[in-house]
């Protein structure tokens, strides 16, 4: 059976020319980039060319981009970078109740290290207000991170609107952007925002690679400690095959942007359209219109989402829930309560986000695929009786 | 390839897909209702009772593979017992009926012990009443 890979913002699968770009960096060219001989030579020339693409596609400079090993670590980087580099003018930071774990849990970690946090509420459509922003920034404030798209709803929040306040304000402004670079347009400029995390593998790049754009001026702590590398902002030596992979995939992301994310709306579209045809008591959670041009995320009343993933699995199909029973902490998804959807709702959804080597075919698989289930799941809840 | 739904082994896997005694009993003598939707889990367990053996078993469940699996096999094992063999069926015998759960999956098969219990408290309420009219 062909499996049907629906779970692109969990992670893509690398291009195989970001591979073959970066092979000859585990065997011939395997140089330390700190090293002066011309294996170190041409191992530092890859990392600092990678360095440069990346720039390029945000619009940043490339002195203003530090590579970390992944998102998770250029989240924590801003946060904790700027935190503990600006206590001296305030101790309180503005994020939003729908952030990434990498962000949210970096902010409980500072509330218990005697910083204030914000959480700035969504709307139902998962969406903040810039002027919940505005209100709640006090001389104490010091950083807000708004991320840029939501990684389970798809929701594009108004970054640039909050960026300008931020900048008006004299606070630092950080965007998770994780989601969205190299799969909608992001200018570092026209965000108006100081820190940007960017993760390789969510754009077929390799896992253990990302970045943080830092606009310069910006002040923050060290995030490792060691050597030189990275102008000693993250020390330790680079990982080199997967910088040039994360360069690799932002070039090819570059070339297809506009294209591609055309392709994924048009796919996007026909699945939330089918599946409201073909399912009653269903549900598109995030916006309808500002959303990531590969995300669908629907609640099907009555049913759980582990089981519906695992049928869907069964079927090749590969999927997301937001659902307690598929996570570690049996709570569900922090992010659909915050859209104010009931537990049962949240633990009834299923995320497909669309990707690279998806097809109409796929897609109609799907809609072929689950009414069925969802009938099936349906016969053997006790919850669709009580509704009657 | 490893996934975290290899979590399963093969015997919850087919009560999951195939799951036995899915339904309501239409004239039950007992029944269960226990979880709450928002917690994500909730089973419903039908018994039919003659002469103090229960003869037929049904379920409802909304919850994951596991919760679906631990309904399925607590319905089979009940089926010929008395009430007093039954009211001994403790979630680890579901659990090692089924091969084993993963670890964050037990307390679905606690809420099937559970439902059950409830199944046989309702039965023995309705012949205490009974007796009493």
């Known amino acids: 059976m062909r499996r049907i890979y629906l779970d692109h913002a969990a992670t893509t699968p690398t291009h195989p020319e970001v591979v073959k770009a970066m092979l000859p960096f585990f065997t011939d060219a395997f140089g330390n980039p700190s090293s002066i001989h011309s294996y170190g030579q041409e191992a530092k020339g890859a990392v600092e060319e990678a360095r440069t693409k990346v720039a390029e596609l945000i619009g940043a400079r490339s002195e203003e981009i530090v590579f970390t090993s992944g998102g998770t670590e250029a989240d924590n980087y801003a946060l904790k970078g700027v935190a503990y580099a600006n206590e001296h003018k305030g101790n309180h930071i503005i994020t939003t109740s729908i952030e990434h774990n990498a962000v949210m849990e970096v902010c409980k970690f500072l509330e218990r290290r005697e910083f204030g946090i914000t959480y700035l509420p969504v709307d139902k459509y998962g969406l903040v207000d810039p002027d919940d922003a505005r209100k709640a920034i006090t001389d104490k404030t010091i950083l807000i991170s708004v991320m840029h798209a939501n990684n389970e709803v798809g929701t594009i929040e108004p970054v640039e609107e909050i960026g300008r306040i931020a900048r008006e304000a004299g606070v630092y402004f950080h965007t998770d952007a994780v989601q969205t670079v190299g799969h909608i347009p992001v200018n570092v400029a026209e965000l108006k925002v100081d820190l940007l995390s960017i993760s390789a593998h969510k754009l077929y790049g390799p896992k253990g690679a990302g970045a943080l754009y830092i606009r310069k001026g910006t002040r923050l702590v060290s995030f490792m400690h060691g050597g030189a590398q990275e102008k000693r902002r993250r020390a330790g030596t680079e990982n080199v095959p997967a910088v040039v992979g994360l360069g690799k995939a932002v070039e090819l992301a570059g070339q297809e942007i506009g294209k591609e994310a055309e392709r994924l709306a048009y796919l996007r579209d026909k699945l939330i359209k089918g599946l409201g045809e073909k399912i009653d008591h269903i549900r598109l959670n995030g916006h309808p219109r500002k959303r990531l041009p590969n995300n669908v995320n629907v609640s099907v009343d009555f049913v759980e989402g582990e089981s519906l993933l695992l049928n869907l699995d069964l079927e090749g199909i590969c999927a997301s829930t937001g659902s307690a029973c598929s996570s570690a902490s049996l709570e569900p998804s922090h992010v659909l309560l915050a859209l104010g959807l009931p537990a049962e709702q949240a633990h009834g959804s299923l995320r497909f986000t669309l990707g690279r080597e998806n097809t109409e075919a796929d897609v109609e698989r799907v809609l072929g695929v689950l009414p069925g289930i969802v009938a099936r799941l349906r016969a053997m809840s006790p919850l669709l009786k009580t509704r009657k | ?133």
């Open chain 2, 1 to 133: 390839m490893s996934d975290p739904w290899s979590l399963y082994n093969d015997k919850v896997m087919e009560h999951f897909k195939n799951p036995r005694n899915v339904g309501e009993i239409e004239d039950p003598d007992g029944v269960g209702h226990v979880g709450n939707p928002v917690c994500g889990d909730v089973m419903e367990l039908y018994i039919k009772v003659n002469d103090g053996i229960i003869v037929d078993a049904k379920f409802k469940t909304f919850g994951c593979a596991a919760a679906i699996a631990t309904s399925s096999m607590v319905t089979e094992m009940v089926k010929g017992k008395s009430i007093e063999e039954a009211l001994k069926i403790s979630n680890k015998a579901v659990v090692e009926a089924l091969d084993g759960l993963p670890p964050a999956k037990v307390h679905c098969s606690v809420m099937a012990e559970e439902a059950l219990k409830a199944a046989i408290e309702d039965y023995l309420e309705h012949q205490k009443l009974k007796r009493q009219i």
